[in-house]
């Protein structure tokens, strides 16, 4: 059976895309930690994301530079940081969240977002990535 993830690369579920390639996708968390969450995922479906392969590890990495570059740009904060944690979703994925201190970083700050907000974001972004 498909991950969320999965629906989501498919189109079966909405997102506020910010970008994708052949390999991987990105998209703006529904319930951020802070302004600016987002996830990056590869398409293909690996539960954990230690198990992936090498060039994959390396290629998500990779791929989430130019987004968290584009994200300072868009968010005020300090530094956009990155929570690899793995239970929520059996489907590899990197969490990149802007913060000001490392107390920030916690999933129980994670709430229900505007999506509004997502979307003015993801806009944003995705406009810095395409150019």
Do not use: W
Not at 30 to 36: D, F, H, L
């Amino acid at each position: 059976m498909a991950t969320i993830f999965t629906k989501i690369i498919n189109g079966d579920i909405p997102c506020f895309k910010l970008v994708e390639d052949d390999h991987f996708f990105a998209f703006m968390d529904i319930r951020p930690i802070n302004t600016g969450h987002c996830l990056v995922i590869p398409k293909s479906e690996t539960d954990y994301f230690f198990d992936l392969q090498d060039e994959q590890l390396a290629g998500i990495m990779l791929f989430a530079k130019p987004i968290a570059q584009a994200l300072e740009q868009v968010v005020d904060c300090e530094r956009i940081g990155i929570m690899i944690a793995g239970l929520e979703v059996p489907h590899a994925h990197v969490h990149l969240i802007p913060f000001d201190n490392g107390s920030q970083l916690s999933f129980d700050h994670a709430a229900p977002a505007d999506m509004e907000e997502l979307k003015t974001i993801a806009d944003q972004v995705s406009a810095i990535l395409n150019t």
